[in-house]
């Protein structure tokens, strides 16, 4: 009985400590990995309306930039942005393949965009290009999960010609999946994307939707920032340091909110992961002891019929290795057949796509060796010492003892 | 077989002094068989404790078989335990969760013997018992009668040459006490020296020779009588 208490013991920390390090780990994995699906080092710039009175004008006044301003700030902030594009975007446009038809929502812009916000096309396809650009191109690159419900599959539909708004577009290449945690008009995998050229001989827009830029690598967002206000200020008449001007969205500050939660995170799931090992730890030295205790009597006999003190110590030390590993074992397979079939039972069963939300658990594997052998050699030492102390017994208080 | 020169033994519970055996003579020759006579606390466990290795003396010197135990390694009085010494409670000591042939299994075990040895001995030795039928069965499911002489086979497990048998009878009624008292007669018939507590004059009077004690120190019969 005593045995099997050992054993769960040992079994439900590693357990625990398994599924809470997986958890994390998988969680932190795919937030990382989320938080790079919008862009790296990118910052997101919408019209705004300014704040502050600059040379006589007054707050209040709408501030818009066209795709000419795009292009001179790309011309003139060459040391601090790496990439820049605007973004016309328009949302219920229908798209339909065959039969099949779907509304999506159409960003057109530059062939920099693509790389700037980690959208890479599947193999077989590619991105728009500055040819897609010059000849305004009925072309688009579509997201992957708008290619499913178009053609059912997102491989081999390069090529095929769709009908965005009754005219037709050559499908040239179709996303590759990412998980986007954020977003500023739906998920890229939802979206069509057509060069700017095209979209506007189509839409005739005046002034595109927002534009995106990436600072360069070592280059302060708000640095980048500053550059665009240089260039756009004196174009438009405000305050370079009137921050409503533009409504930006600098997605790094996120980036770095996710890094030190994380760093919180990870203390604190080590913390509970320590709390958990000392629990557990303590409950199998008690029952070991216990277990010990019980067996003064059979250690007695042992010694009276012959036994050498090292053979009752290994006897002790070969148990406890054997309930740990048992445990261990056990345990970890447990935690792992959770981690293995719960999401995609939950998937199945509730619609419900857990790792959208918590990420894939990862067996932290050094961890779990970690915990099984905090948990084992607490047993093994709980258990080693009061065997010895009545091994060291003469034989016949052991005997008498209980 | 067996000189005692001076052998105390004090008890330190606490404060208290409790001195259980005082200043014990005794010398036993090969193939005696002894039965061991006084009132409770008269220090005859104490003694046969002693002379089983499974306690020390605290003053004087024990000899078994010319060497002194006093001088030996926890491993080689382990050996003599093993090897030398067959010991049999009044209360059995059986390991509850074995079986028979697994109790006597046990000396065989720290001897180093190969398993087919083993299993070979304990039915040879179970069989003789009697128990040929109860290998495979657990002291709980045996009487009283039955699990001592389960004892008594693992007691001759490594074939000692001295069996010590702290009132082996104590628990058991007359008739099986009796059978097992015949059994220990067998044992001696075969050359073994044999040392046997016991409380029932009955019995000692029947044994070639009585060792009479009292307060922790050996009399003659005269005094326990008066």
């Known amino acids: 009985m005593r045995t099997i208490l050992t054993v769960v013991g040992i079994f439900w920390g590693t357990v625990s400590v398994v599924l809470l390090f997986s958890v994390g780990k998988g969680l932190e994995e795919m937030m990382l990995n989320n938080s790079k699906g919008l862009g790296d080092r990118i910052s997101i710039v919408w019209p705004g309306v300014t704040a502050k009175a600059w040379n006589g004008m007054p707050a209040g006044r709408r501030i818009r930039y066209t795709e000419a301003d795009v292009a001179e700030i790309k011309m003139r902030t060459t040391d601090k942005i790496s990439a820049i594009s605007p973004e016309y975007r328009s949302s219920d446009f229908n798209m339909k393949y065959n039969r099949n038809t779907a509304s999506a929502s159409i960003s057109g812009i530059w062939p920099e965009f693509g790389e700037m916000r980690s959208i890479l096309p599947q193999e077989g396809g590619r991105f728009l290009n500055q040819r897609d650009l010059d000849e305004k191109r009925r072309v688009v690159f579509l997201g992957d999960e708008i290619a499913e419900k178009l053609f059912g599959k997102t491989g081999d539909i390069v090529g095929e010609t769709i009908k965005i708004n009754k005219i037709p577009y050559l499908v040239i290449g179709v996303m590759q999946k990412k998980n986007q945690n954020s977003s500023y008009s739906g998920r890229d995998k939802n979206k069509g994307f057509i060069p700017s050229t095209t979209f506007n001989s189509i839409m005739s827009r005046r002034y595109p939707s927002n534009f995106v830029f990436q600072a360069k690598a070592g280059v302060e967002m708000k640095d980048a920032i500053n550059e665009v206000h240089r260039v756009l200020a004196p174009k438009y008449g405000y305050d370079p340091t009137d921050t409503r001007a533009l409504s930006i969205w600098d997605t790094t500050r996120q980036s770095k909110f996710w890094s030190d939660f994380f760093k919180v995170f990870r203390t604190f799931l080590v913390v509970i992961g320590c709390f958990t090992l000392i629990t557990g730890g303590i409950g199998v030295a008690n029952i070991m002891h216990v277990v010990v205790q019980e067996r003064t009597k059979e250690i007695g006999i042992k010694i009276a019929l012959g036994a050498h003190r090292s053979m009752i110590l290994m006897q002790f030390l070969t148990e406890g290795t054997l309930l740990t590993a048992l445990g261990g074992a056990l345990g970890f397979a447990l935690a792992y057949s959770l981690i293995t079939f719960v999401p995609p039972f939950l998937l199945q069963t509730l619609d419900f796509d857990l790792a959208e939300y918590i990420g894939t658990p990862n067996i932290d594997t050094f961890g779990t060796l970690l915990t099984v052998s905090i948990l084992g050699l607490t047993a093994m030492f709980a258990g080693y010492f009061p065997a010895k102390k009545a091994s060291n017994l003469q034989p016949v208080q052991a005997i008498k003892l209980f | ?226």
């Open chain 2, 1 to 226: 077989m067996i000189r005692m020169t001076n052998v105390s033994k004090v008890y330190n519970t606490g404060s208290i002094k409790f001195e259980a055996l005082r200043e014990v003579n005794i010398e036993i020759k090969e193939r005696e068989f002894c039965a061991v006579v006084g009132p409770s606390g008269s220090g005859k466990s104490t003694l046969m404790n002693i002379i089983g290795c499974l306690d020390d003396c605290t003053t004087g010197e024990y000899f078994l078989r010319g060497t002194s135990v006093a001088n030996m390694t926890q491993n080689q009085l382990a050996d003599v335990r093993n090897q030398t010494i067959g010991f049999v409670f009044q209360s059995f000591n059986l390991l509850p969760y074995a079986t028979a042939e697994e109790n006597v299994e046990v000396p065989l075990l720290f001897a180093g013997k190969s398993r087919k040895l083993r299993l070979e001995r304990c039915r040879h030795l179970l069989e003789r018992v009697g128990l040929a039928d109860k290998m495979k069965n657990r002291p709980t499911e045996m009487s009283g009668g039955e699990m001592q002489r389960v004892a008594i086979a693992r007691s001759l497990a490594n074939d000692p040459p001295l069996i010590l048998a702290d009132e082996p009878t104590g628990n058991l009624d007359t008739r099986t006490g009796g059978a097992i008292v015949d059994l220990f007669n067998e044992l001696h018939d075969e050359g073994r020296t044999i040392i046997m507590i016991t409380h029932d004059p009955n019995i000692a009077a029947k044994l070639p020779r009585q060792i009479y004690m009292q307060d922790g120190a050996l009399v003659d019969k005269l005094r326990i009588a008066s």
